[in-house]
């Protein structure tokens, strides 16, 4: 089992920034890539970023390229998403999850999730 806690969700305006945090815990957590997606209201979860076990790649949905970073420590047990240039159809609720495949991109492929963050960007 994984457990992972997501953290720094916030009420934030429109180009601004943010940055999220998953801790995880239980097993080794170098052993799994991680990802991060989001759900807003109504709407189903999508993929958002993933990076490898090593954090020496990464992968991004078109439409965060260039304004999000996902990053990791291994060290700290923690995946990270920075957030820039936030605008208001980024609001929804972040999920950090685990895989143990890179490149993995649907829900249905990951193992683990947390319990989600709320990011709400304002216009």
């Known amino acids: 089992q994984v457990q992972l806690v997501e953290s720094g969700g916030e009420l934030v305006q429109a180009g601004g920034s943010l940055r999220l945090s998953c801790a995880a815990s239980?097993?080794?957590?170098?052993?799994?890539?991680m990802g991060w997606f989001r759900q807003a209201p109504g709407k189903e979860r999508e993929f958002v970023a993933t990076i490898s076990r090593s954090g020496g790649s990464t992968l991004y949905a078109d439409s965060v390229k260039g304004r999000f970073t996902i990053s990791r420590d291994n060290a700290k047990n923690t995946v990270y998403l920075q957030m820039n240039s936030l605008k208001p159809e980024d609001t929804a609720v972040f999920y950090c999850?685990?895989?143990?495949?890179?490149?993995?991109?649907?829900?249905?492929?990951?193992?683990?999730w947390g319990q989600g963050t709320q990011v709400t960007v304002s216009s």
């Open positions: 239980g097993r080794t957590f170098s052993n799994y890539a």
């Open positions: 999850a685990a895989t143990r495949y890179y490149s993995t991109t649907r829900p249905v492929g990951y193992d683990y």
